[in-house]
């Protein structure tokens, strides 16, 4: 055999130079550009199979977080909320426990999908994703506002599976033991109480559509969401051990609840088992059948068995919100001065305004952050060009800087 003129070849496949993009030199070889990528692809997948069998290890029963214990992990990042807490907390150690079960006898469990009512503000969706942070499973945050029916302008609802697999990096194994957290589930609310002839393609027809995925089933997903088509790839993922949470205000539902009840909102009970109510608390009243009311159907309802409330933030809650918290909204300030070298300091009163304004603009925890970042707007665009290295905020100084703002417009009638 005629040796090779051109010493410059792959070393894995023997292709020279001339047939590939590029060689890679090493001690006593070459590498194409061709077997880098097969190589990569290779080292890949391995990983991604150990991972998943990792996973699955993790998944023993005396590793499992008790539901006490991610209950104290919540209470480090959100204040008050224990029904809720509670609720979730259950809700994830079964949806372990339920992924490690085997199956012996006749007895199998089936997952307990669970659906949150509160107003907003209150911290639902912070539940979700801070109770993400302690999961050893695939999380994903989906809006139902975005889904409308197939065939017109939105999200198909499978849009919601996507979501899931990026979040597992496409590892459909892992996916499929995942949480899915569907907030805004009341804006997909039957608009009235009789089904109607004509098409509700954002309201019931979604609540249609989203029955498969609750119960559990096999569904072609789309890989990078959007609307399907006959030529695109779908990848199967099959949702019956997929933990589902829905979140939702239902605004008004209080009134529903009131009916239910026989009594009023607001004004003077009339027997004596209306005066056993607590009206400035509805919510803890709230049952399946208001849900119903409120345009959610039966069958929907029936496939998220759990349901749980979140209350109202008070005054004192909302000054714990302030400062309390890991992640709270004080502290996150502070972390962003002190990046400059900066030390950041406040005066007691100043929390106690901030919450005065929260009130009076009825917007809950959510307020506090637009209320601080309009008063610390001038500092934060200053400070950093200055040579100052301590700010100390008082009471008139925060006065002084939502005086400049248009803040008040926030303001509820």
């Known amino acids: 055999m005629a040796k090779k003129e051109n010493s410059n070849y792959c070393s894995f496949c023997g292709r020279s130079d001339n047939d590939v993009n590029f060689l890679i030199s090493g001690l006593s070889g070459q590498i194409c550009d061709s077997c880098v990528e097969q190589a990569y692809q290779i080292v890949k997948d391995n ?21 006490k214990e991610i209950k104290s992990y919540l209470d480090e990042y959100i204040i008050g909320q224990d029904n809720a807490k509670r609720a979730l907390s259950v809700a994830v150690y079964n949806h372990y426990k339920r992924l490690i079960q085997h199956v012996e006898d006749d007895v199998e469990i089936e997952k307990s999908n669970i659906i949150m009512v509160g107003p907003t503000g209150t911290g639902k969706t912070l539940l979700a994703r801070t109770i993400a942070k302690r999961l050893h499973v695939p999380f994903a945050i989906v809006d139902a506002t975005v ?39 009341d804006k997909i609310a039957r608009k009235n109480d009789n089904p109607s002839i004509t098409r509700d393609v954002s309201g019931e027809g979604v609540q249609q559509g989203l029955l498969k995925l609750l119960e559990g089933s096999i569904v072609n997903v789309p890989p990078q969401g959007g609307r399907k088509h006959p030529d695109q790839k779908m990848i199967a993922v099959d949702t019956k051990n997929i933990l589902f949470i829905c979140g939702g205000a239902f605004d008004g539902i209080e009134r529903k609840i009131a009916q239910r009840l026989n009594t009023r909102v ?3 009970a009339t027997s004596s088992q209306n005066a056993e109510i607590d009206r400035d608390n509805m919510l803890q009243y709230v049952t399946p059948q208001d849900l119903k009311s409120y345009g959610l159907i039966p069958e929907i309802i029936g496939r998220l068995p759990i349901l749980t409330y979140l209350d109202a933030l008070d005054r004192s809650a909302l ?3 302030l400062t309390e918290p890991k992640n709270s909204i004080i502290k996150q300030y502070v972390k962003l001065f002190k990046m400059d070298d900066v030390e950041l300091t406040f005066d007691e009163d100043v929390f106690e305004y901030i919450v005065d304004k929260a009130i009076e603009y009825k917007l809950g925890a959510r307020g506090l952050r637009s209320i601080v970042e309009t008063i610390m707007m001038d500092a934060m665009f200053t400070i950093p060009s200055s040579d100052d290295k301590k700010l100390h905020v008082t009471k008139k100084y925060a006065i002084d800087q939502l005086s400049k703002s248009n803040l008040d417009r926030l303001k509820a009638s």
Do not use: C, H, M, W
């Open 47 to 67: 990983l991604e199979t150990k991972k998943a069998s990792n996973a699955k290890s993790d998944l023993e029963k005396d590793k499992l977080p008790t539901p």
């Open 266 to 268: 607001v004004g003077y």
């Open 319 to 321: 000054q714990r919100i």
């Open 147 to 185: 889904l409308t029916e197939a065939g017109y302008v939105g999200e198909d609802i499978e849009s919601i599976l996507t979501r899931l697999l990026q979040a597992a990096d496409y590892n459909v194994e892992a996916a499929q033991r995942g949480i899915v957290f569907i907030d805004e589930i």
